[in-house]
């Protein structure tokens, strides 16, 4: 008498320990606390570039449906390629997800092309804000509308709403973009996302290299984007101070794992955060009993 497939005791014991392990794994997270179904969910994969660099050791996260997530962390920490791996834009970099899986809207996607991410509605706004230097502003715009089918009308909307979002770039729209302001590339880079009539944005480093008013006027249209259009934003940012400003929910990653998750409020009281990652310091740091308490809080992050 064999075992058929789904029965004895002790496998039907096994597989109820998993189903419960699974079930504590989203218990936690960014989509439970906001008590919703995450739209995007990573689940413990791990990236390998060139076949033998191994730099993400078991990510997890979730991004709730209609919410902005922080996903923070200094240099090399893994942000970029956290989002790469989602958008399948690993391959081009001789890296791979080798373990673990990503689903959108409840489907595994980690082996669809970067195009058909897009026409799902999930699009990634890369660091340093690539736009094509010697396509005008407009121009730039509307090749994010190219995986649409749904007519010159609709498309022509979409370039006014974008132009309302950012009045900057109507200012702009015939200018070469490589001849535009960083802020107004980096807004040029986030409207040509929005012409791709998202409901996902994956942007990573919005603040980098612009002056702190700019970078508060991007977050201001990220809000406002996420407020009046519904569009969840995965946000990469080395700049803690802002993204848990308007973030509703962080991760926080240290060589290529989450250390630490969390309501961004309760991240921006945690005393670690705020040593590590707010640059603000606890009284007396400098005496030997801190440095102690110092290196023993570090312990976290190794
Ligand atoms: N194509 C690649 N080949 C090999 N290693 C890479 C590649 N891209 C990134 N890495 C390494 O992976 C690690 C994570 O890099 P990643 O760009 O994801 O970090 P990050 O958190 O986005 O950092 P930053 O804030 O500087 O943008 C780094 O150690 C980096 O050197
Ligand atoms: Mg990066």
Redesign the pocket.
Known sequence: MGNRAGGGPLIRLQLKVLRDMANIVHAEGAAAAAGQAPVLSINNIEVI??HV?L?LKGVSLDVPQGGITALL????????????AVSNLLKA???QVTKGSITFKGERVDTLNPNDLVRRGCIQVM?GRHCFGHLSVEENLLTGAFTRKDGQAAIANDLEMVYNYFPRLRERRNSQAGYTSGGEQQMCAIGRALMSKPTTILL??PS?GLAPQLVEEIFEIVKALNDNEGVSFLL?E?NTNIALRYAKYGYI?EN?RVVMDGEAQALRDNEDVKEFYLGVSGENRRSFRNVKAYKRRKRWLA
């Open positions: 570039y060139d660099i730099v962390g200094a240099n090399g920490a893994g942000k970029t390629t956290t989002l790469k970099e001789r890296g660091e990573d480093e980098m990469a080395q990653l290529g």
